[in-house]
């Protein structure tokens, strides 16, 4: 985003500060050169937030971008690149609360499964720059944010915390927020301290409302426009293609059947209610149950066709319960393999070759969690092929390890990595029918 801006704008970019993930100029100089920022270049860039977790360097760099918002001109326009990823790349806690306990808190509620939403909510109400308060920082300034979504249905608030979007979370919505997660004992005293003595200015209030209309928020990519370009390339392999659905979320291993499901539905071209699709327990949002409910009316259709690639996106979680490695793609992955081996155990379709089925869930960004692979490409082979290596995937999926199940069945070769990608619009789901093969 930033090696475009200056090419398009040269001499017209006065100063600069951005935050990029750790290992991007390497990998941009090797690979991608146009990614890089051009020859005298006039932004301070700062590479941080290894892994996606923020660190000391990222701080920096968003208290560098407060201080150059605040010290330039009342008439100077003020151009923000969001990308997903923003949450960790601009950490600015508020004055009392740590890095480290900022931290810790967001960690907390991720491990307890907590979405997206009550992430970035919680880490709103405790930053100096997310929330809107970078927009408040830049006032009187004109501010043009470019967004890049990670976010299932582009919340402005919500995509890297929304610090150009008004915060419209009350602090004693994300205190209970915190208990229904049952964090609260585990959550540091700052941060409970800060949430109960503070309180969210309303969106209607005067100065609020005089900030905001300064600040222009302009989506320019999402999980959308990776969807379509994947079946796009399906189309050009031969695929009869279908999207099925650009909001997939809940748990990993829940959805991961949900998959499989799909997947043996149309390999056995029956009759597929929504109910015999849904896993016990499942409770899909509003939006995914209408998309599921389209996919089990299209499957009729869809069946005869011998080449099928169904492709998905959204951003599922993970309840962690083990002490593995590994992040919600790759979980994904190995609970449809999973899946698949027990829906397809003791069938005639038992016998079906092993590649008839595939499936790929993989992060947009090239990371999956705290390790570096994107994710994981499974079919109905994978759980024997396990076992002849003595390889438990259960035991795996059971203890969140799916990054170290991955690394060892053979030699890695199920495993996706493509290093970081420079951008961020959530995860990639692709499931494969080749109904043409002997």
């Given at each position: 985003?930033?090696?475009?801006?200056?090419?398009?704008?040269?001499?017209?970019?006065?100063?600069?500060?951005?935050?990029?993930?750790?290992?991007?100029?390497?990998?941009?100089?090797?690979?991608?050169?146009?990614?890089?920022?051009?020859?005298?270049?006039?932004?301070?860039?700062?590479?941080?937030?290894?892994?996606?977790?923020?660190?000391?360097?990222?701080?920096?760099?968003?208290?560098?971008?407060?201080?150059?918002?605040?010290?330039?001109?009342?008439?100077?326009?003020?151009?923000?690149?969001?990308?997903?990823?923003?949450?960790?790349?601009?950490?600015?806690?508020?004055?009392?609360?740590?890095?480290?306990?900022?931290?810790?808190?967001?960690?907390?509620?991720?491990?307890?499964?907590?979405?997206?939403?009550?992430?970035?909510?919680?880490?709103?109400?405790?930053?100096?720059?997310?929330?809107?308060?970078?927009?408040?920082?830049?006032?009187?300034?004109?501010?043009?944010?470019?967004?890049?979504?990670?976010?299932?249905?582009?919340?402005?608030?919500?995509?890297?915390?929304?610090?150009?979007?008004?915060?419209?979370?009350?602090?004693?919505?994300?205190?209970?927020?915190?208990?229904?997660?049952?964090?609260?004992?585990?959550?540091?005293?700052?941060?409970?301290?800060?949430?109960?003595?503070?309180?969210?200015?309303?969106?209607?209030?005067?100065?609020?409302?005089?900030?905001?209309?300064?600040?222009?928020?302009?989506?320019?990519?999402?999980?959308?426009?990776a969807t379509s370009a994947a079946a796009e390339t399906a189309r050009e392999l031969g695929y009869t293609?279908?999207?099925?659905?650009?909001?997939?979320?809940?748990?990993?291993?829940?959805?991961?059947?949900?998959?499989?499901?799909?997947?043996?539905?149309?390999?056995?071209?029956?009759?597929?209610?929504?109910?015999?699709?849904?896993?016990?327990?499942?409770?899909?949002?509003?939006?995914?149950?209408?998309?599921?409910?389209?996919?089990?009316?299209?499957?009729?259709?869809?069946?005869?066709?011998?080449?099928?690639?169904?492709?998905?996106?959204?951003?599922?979680?993970?309840?962690?319960?083990?002490?593995?490695?590994?992040?919600?793609?790759?979980?994904?992955?190995?609970?449809?393999?999973?899946?698949?081996?027990?829906?397809?155990?003791?069938?005639?379709?038992?016998?079906?070759?092993?590649?008839?089925?595939?499936?790929?869930?993989?992060?947009?960004?090239?990371?999956?969690?705290?390790?570096?692979?994107?994710?994981?490409?499974?079919?109905?082979?994978?759980?024997?092929?396990?076992?002849?290596?003595?390889?438990?995937?259960?035991?795996?999926?059971?203890?969140?390890?799916?990054?170290?199940?991955?690394?060892?069945?053979?030699?890695?070769?199920?495993?996706?990595?493509?290093?970081?990608?420079?951008?961020?619009?959530?995860?990639?789901?692709?499931?494969?029918?080749?109904?043409?093969?002997?």
């Amino acid at each position: 985003m930033l090696g475009a801006l200056e090419r398009l704008l040269g001499d017209h970019i006065v100063e600069g500060v951005a935050s990029i993930p750790s290992g991007s100029l390497g990998l941009a100089k090797l690979h991608h050169p146009e990614w890089l920022p051009v020859k005298d270049s006039r932004v301070r860039i700062y590479e941080g937030a290894p892994r996606n977790i923020a660190d000391c360097i990222a701080e920096q760099a968003a208290r560098d971008v407060l201080q150059l918002v605040q010290s330039s001109g009342d008439q100077d326009l003020l151009i923000v690149l969001i990308s997903g990823g923003g949450s960790a790349l601009l950490p600015c806690p508020v004055e009392g609360v740590s890095l480290d306990e900022k931290r810790k808190g967001s960690q907390l509620l991720a491990k307890a499964g907590a979405t997206i939403h009550d992430i970035n909510n919680f880490r709103k109400c405790i930053s100096m720059v997310k929330g809107g308060k970078l927009a408040e920082a830049a006032y009187p300034k004109k501010l043009l944010a470019l967004i890049l979504s990670d976010v299932i249905g582009d919340p402005l608030d919500v995509i890297a915390s929304g610090p150009t979007v008004p915060n419209t979370t009350p602090t004693q919505e994300v205190l209970r927020t915190i208990d229904n997660y049952g964090v609260r004992e585990a959550m540091p005293n700052s941060i409970i301290h800060h949430l109960q003595h503070t309180h969210t200015t309303p969106i209607s209030h005067p100065l609020v409302e005089q900030v905001f209309r300064k600040v222009q928020n302009v989506i320019i990519g999402n999980n959308q426009t990776a969807t379509s370009a994947a079946a796009e390339t399906a189309r050009e392999l031969g695929y009869t293609t279908y999207v099925w659905s650009h909001r997939v979320q809940g748990e990993a291993r829940t959805i991961g059947e949900l998959y499989a499901r799909v997947a043996m539905a149309l390999v056995s071209s029956s009759p597929c209610p929504t109910s015999s699709l849904s896993p016990d327990g499942f409770c899909a949002t509003p939006g995914l149950a209408e998309d599921l409910e389209r996919l089990c009316s299209s499957l009729p259709s869809l069946c005869p066709h011998l080449s099928l690639c169904i492709i998905g996106a959204g951003e599922p979680t993970v309840m962690l319960r083990g002490a593995g490695r590994g992040g919600r793609s790759q979980e994904l992955a190995l609970a449809v393999a999973v899946w698949l081996d027990r829906l397809v155990g003791g069938k005639p379709l038992g016998v079906m070759p092993h590649d008839i089925i595939q499936f790929l869930s993989a992060g947009t960004d090239g990371e999956d969690g705290p390790c570096d692979a994107a994710g994981g490409i499974v079919g109905v082979g994978v759980v024997r092929k396990a076992g002849d290596q003595g390889i438990d995937p259960q035991a795996h999926l059971d203890d969140n390890d799916s990054y170290g199940f991955f690394s060892k069945l053979c030699e890695g070769i199920c495993h996706i990595r493509t290093g970081l990608t420079g951008t961020n619009v959530m995860d990639v789901h692709v499931l494969c029918i080749n109904m043409a093969l002997p």
